[in-house]
Structure formats: structure tokens, C-alpha cells
């Protein structure tokens, strides 16, 4: 059974440009979330999705959009770069639509991305 | 206010001993979830434990117990016969509703420390 994974590891990016962050979801699983956690802060819920379709999306603005593809793999696009937006970027998997029970979620190792 | 409120911010423990970590929540739904999640060093969550709202008895999963008191809307970690490898930050984390968007809040954490 293969993990979550997520690519790159390690990003640089500076103010203003794009990004694209990569992650492949545990094997059997359709559902994919993405978190923003910022340095000594907990993790903030940017989006879900559930076969292709946004699930629900937390207090983030358009400029953080996804995509989730038939195999089930996901992207986060961050458009406009700000230095805020410096975090640890990590994705879940999990199976369910995530909306009851227990949906326990599998956890990537994360994306950092430094914004200069 | 906030929905999920972890007043520890380091917790120190004696190797073999028990400790408790504590996370206040609030929420108006009748309907919901808590978990508790383990993030080393290395930065990838790793679910402990479950607790459903309508669940009577508290969650255990091995070393982990959730003293969940729903009245004072608390759900306390309790992790027994501390290891070594118990050394990391320790989120909670609170799903509401059962229906429709899922939108997951996460806590700032307990830094946890196990010493010989």
C-alpha cells in the first residue's frame, strides 16, 4: 500500500509569482484535503475535494484554487504569491466523502514553500 | 472565539509515566467529530484517536485514551506509559456538522516532551 505523497519538497518562490503543489493520494482513496500550516500554528483547512469536485473550502482567498484528477491525485495552485504565504503545505487522503464518522485522514510529509 | 483552544503550550513528561493533554472546544452543532493528531519533527500528522459526538464511550486506541466530557466541551488526550517516541507536537482537531461541506479546525498545538 503506498502512502500519500507530495512534490516538491522544498520550494522557493518570490512575491507575485505562481506555484503548483503536487500530491498523490493514498492507494484506494477519493478524497483529498490541503492545509496551510504556518510556522508554530496549527494546520488550516484550504480545501477538500471528493471525485473531482470541491468539498468544501476554508477561509482562503480565490487565489488558492485545486484540482483533483480521475486518479484521484490533486493540485494546489497559488496564483499571486504573497510572503504570508510562506507555510508547510500538507495534503490528506482519506476514504469518504468526508462530510461523517470517523474519515481518518493519511498525511503527506508536506510541502515548504518560502515565499521571498 | 476560538472553535478548537489547547492551553499547554509545552508539556513535559517523565518516560513511562501518563500524561494528559488538554483541548477545549465549541461548536453549536449536535453533530461532530474530534481527533487528535501527532505531527514529529519530520512534519507529517499521524491520526491517534476518534471521538464521535453521539459516541457514549470514550474513544481508546492502545496507549491513547480521549476523556471526553461533553458537557464542559472537553475532549483531553490521555496518553499512558510515555516512550521516547511520543516526543512531538500534538494537534486537536474538530469536524462539525454531518452533512454537506467539511471544514475541518485544527488547534495550535502541544509541544510534548518525554524525558528518560
Known amino acids: 500500500e503506498t502512502g500519500v505523497t507530495q512534490s516538491p519538497t522544498h520550494l522557493i518562490k518570490t512575491r507575485g509569482q505562481q506555484v503548483t503543489l503536487r500530491c498523490s493520494s493514498q492507494?484506494?482513496?477519493?478524497?483529498v484535503s490541503w492545509y496551510q500550516q504556518a510556522l508554530g500554528q496549527g494546520p488550516q483547512f484550504i480545501f477538500q475535494?471528493?471525485?473531482?469536485?470541491?468539498?468544501g473550502r476554508g477561509n482562503f482567498p480565490p487565489r488558492f484554487s485545486g484540482l483533483q484528477f480521475p486518479n484521484y491525485s490533486s493540485e494546489l495552485n497559488v496564483n499571486a504569491l504573497e510572503l504570508d504565504d510562506s507555510a508547510l503545505y500538507l495534503c490528506?487522503?482519506?476514504?469518504?466523502?468526508?462530510?461523517?464518522?470517523?474519515?481518518?485522514?493519511?498525511f503527506g510529509p508536506g510541502t515548504r514553500l518560502t515565499v521571498l | 472565539a476560538q472553535k478548537i483552544t489547547q492551553t499547554q503550550p509545552g508539556m513535559f513528561v517523565q518516560e513511562k509515566e501518563a500524561v494528559t493533554l488538554d483541548c477545549t472546544y465549541d461548536?453549536?452543532?449536535?453533530?461532530?467529530?474530534l481527533f487528535w493528531y501527532k505531527q514529529p519533527s519530520s512534519g507529517e500528522m499521524i491520526f491517534l484517536i476518534y471521538?464521535?459526538?453521539?459516541?457514549?464511550q470514550n474513544a481508546t486506541e492502545g496507549r491513547y485514551s480521549l476523556n471526553f466530557q461533553k458537557a464542559r466541551k472537553s475532549a483531553n488526550l490521555v496518553i499512558s506509559a510515555s516512550q521516547l517516541g511520543d516526543s512531538a507536537m500534538y494537534f486537536c482537531?474538530?469536524?462539525?456538522?454531518?452533512?454537506?461541506?467539511?471544514?475541518?479546525?485544527f488547534g495550535r498545538g502541544t509541544s510534548l516532551i518525554v524525558h528518560p
Open positions: 475535494y471528493y471525485r473531482e469536485e470541491e468539498n
Open positions: 492507494s484506494g482513496h477519493n478524497t
Open positions: 482537531a474538530m469536524r462539525e456538522g454531518s452533512g454537506g461541506s467539511y471544514i475541518p479546525t
Open positions: 490528506a487522503s482519506s476514504l469518504a466523502e468526508g462530510t461523517s464518522g470517523k474519515d481518518e485522514q493519511f
Open positions: 461548536t453549536s452543532d449536535q453533530s461532530y467529530g
Open positions: 471521538q464521535g459526538s453521539y459516541d457514549e
